[in-house]
């Protein structure tokens, strides 16, 4: 017998509220996820299970406090409570204890140092302008939580960069605000006869000296001091990468970046733009519309582009587009030929 039409609407409407609720109440899991990962609770977790009393008494919280924020840690997945002491889980053990391999806790701490913003989109949709102070440049401990979260995720995603991009003709590379440099060390790690040329800024260049240091290919990468915008870039390069450098700035600011890059690339070398590229009409997919707001907030115009729209940078620049590779759900990449005059 067929059910009531009140009672299928009342249960599509239920489905409807609670979707909603859980999309409305994200942050909670959010907050303390990245609060634990600040303080370094799974750091403390990961010689021995403790009680809540043991962490409250190691971390200086209070009791009550601590036991409530660990019982929901592990209720979101974080952590396993047996006997009444809580531990890491896999996950949690390999991407967010720092002397692990995987460590991913400093882009979470990249994360967090944004959380304030995120919270005031409405008056950035009042002005058109990002909130004040996140236009400048990095400095400090936010400098050092942005450039070693760059590095906790870029090593996976230039393996599969490698994997897909082949620069085993190449003579010399030029990563383009390359940060920590993973992408040319790992490059060079893979191609004994490749050298690379690290572009960033030059409060960037401690940091990426600490991961230099730890590479095989130390001694064919070296950083180069200079500001994208105002130097010009080294020579001699039939390579160049600018990884997720694009969405920090406008079309404008772009184009003339890919311009002196493109100018100055030896015919025949390859351009490699990697980013979070968007649909034509903006909407998709939804991690790259979500992006494109965190650059509303922080720069004066960047945003997520469509990869038609850098493909017209790249000719205006003398290069042609000859492949486009998904990495990732999130992260494609354009490799372009800088044709011959």
Same mark, same amino acid.
């Given at each position: 017998?067929?059910?009531?039409?009140?009672? =299928?609407?009342? @249960?599509? %409407?239920? !489905?409807m509220v609670?979707?909603?609720?859980?999309?409305?109440?994200?942050?909670r899991?959010?907050?303390?996820?990245?609060t634990a990962?600040r303080?370094?609770?799974?750091?403390?977790?990961?010689p021995?299970?403790l009680s809540?009393?043991d962490?409250?008494q190691?971390?200086?919280?209070?009791?009550?406090a601590a036991?409530?924020? %660990?019982n929901?840690?592990?209720?979101?997945?974080m952590? /396993?409570?047996?006997?009444?002491?809580?531990? &890491?889980?896999? !996950?949690t053990?390999?991407?967010l204890?720092r002397s692990?391999?995987d460590?991913?806790?400093?882009? $979470?701490?990249?994360?967090?140092n944004t959380?304030?913003?995120w919270?005031r989109?409405?008056e950035? $949709?009042?002005?058109?302008?990002? %909130?004040?102070?996140?236009?400048?440049?990095r400095s400090?401990?936010?400098?050092?939580?942005f450039?070693?979260?760059?590095?906790?995720?870029a =090593?996976l995603?230039?393996i599969r960069l490698?994997?897909?991009?082949?620069?085993?003709g #190449? /003579?010399?590379?030029?990563?383009?605000g390359?940060?920590?440099?993973?992408?040319?060390?790992?490059?060079?790690? !893979?191609?004994?006869?490749?050298?690379?040329?690290?572009?960033?800024l030059?409060?960037?260049?401690?940091?990426f000296?600490?991961?230099?240091?730890?590479?095989?290919?130390?001694?064919?990468v !070296?950083?180069?001091a200079g500001?994208?915008?105002a130097?010009?870039?080294?020579?001699?390069?039939?390579?160049?990468?600018?990884s &997720?450098?694009?969405?920090?700035w406008?079309?404008?600011? &772009?184009?003339a970046?890919?311009?002196?890059?493109?100018?100055?690339?030896?015919?025949?070398?390859?351009?490699?733009i990697k980013?979070?590229?968007?649909?034509?009409?903006?909407?998709?997919?939804?991690?790259?519309?979500?992006?494109?707001?965190?650059?509303?907030?922080?720069?004066?115009a960047?945003g #997520?582009?469509?990869?038609?729209?850098?493909?017209?940078?790249?000719r205006e620049a003398?290069?042609r587009?000859?492949?486009?590779?998904g990495?990732?759900?999130?992260? @494609?990449?354009?490799?372009?030929?800088?044709e @011959?005059?």
């Amino acid at each position: 017998m067929t059910e009531p039409t009140e009672s =299928r609407i009342d @249960s599509h %409407l239920s !489905r409807m509220v609670e979707e909603l609720s859980e999309t409305a109440s994200a942050f909670r899991q959010s907050i303390l996820l990245l609060t634990a990962n600040r303080c370094a609770l799974f750091d403390r977790l990961a010689p021995a299970p403790l009680s809540a009393s043991d962490v409250s008494q190691r971390m200086g919280w209070d009791l009550r406090a601590a036991e409530v924020f %660990l019982n929901a840690l592990t209720a979101m997945g974080m952590l /396993r409570k047996s006997e009444g002491r809580f531990s &890491n889980t896999p !996950r949690t053990q390999r991407l967010l204890v720092r002397s692990s391999p995987d460590y991913q806790g400093d882009i $979470l701490n990249h994360d967090l140092n944004t959380w304030e913003r995120w919270s005031r989109v409405g008056e950035v $949709l009042e002005t058109g302008q990002p %909130l004040k102070g996140t236009g400048e440049r990095r400095s400090g401990e936010e400098l050092g939580h942005f450039i070693r979260g760059m590095a906790n995720i870029a =090593r996976l995603s230039a393996i599969r960069l490698l994997d897909e991009v082949d620069l085993s003709g #190449c /003579r010399c590379l030029l990563d383009a605000g390359g940060g920590p440099g993973t992408y040319a060390l790992t490059a060079c790690e !893979r191609h004994p006869g490749l050298e690379a040329i690290v572009f960033d800024l030059p409060e960037v260049e401690p940091i990426f000296e600490e991961y230099r240091g730890k590479s095989d290919a130390a001694s064919r990468v !070296r950083f180069h001091a200079g500001d994208l915008h105002a130097d010009s870039v080294p020579q001699g390069f039939d390579a160049a990468l600018l990884s &997720n450098i694009i969405h920090s700035w406008g079309e404008d600011e &772009n184009r003339a970046i890919v311009h002196k890059i493109g100018s100055t690339l030896a015919p025949g070398g390859r351009f490699l733009i990697k980013d979070f590229f968007v649909s034509e009409d903006g909407t998709e997919p939804t991690f790259s519309a979500l992006f494109a707001v965190n650059m509303l907030l922080s720069t004066r115009a960047g945003g #997520c582009y469509s990869q038609s729209r850098v493909e017209s940078w790249l000719r205006e620049a003398g290069c042609r587009l000859d492949d486009v590779r998904g990495l990732t759900e999130r992260t @494609s990449v354009l490799v372009a030929i800088k044709e @011959s005059r």
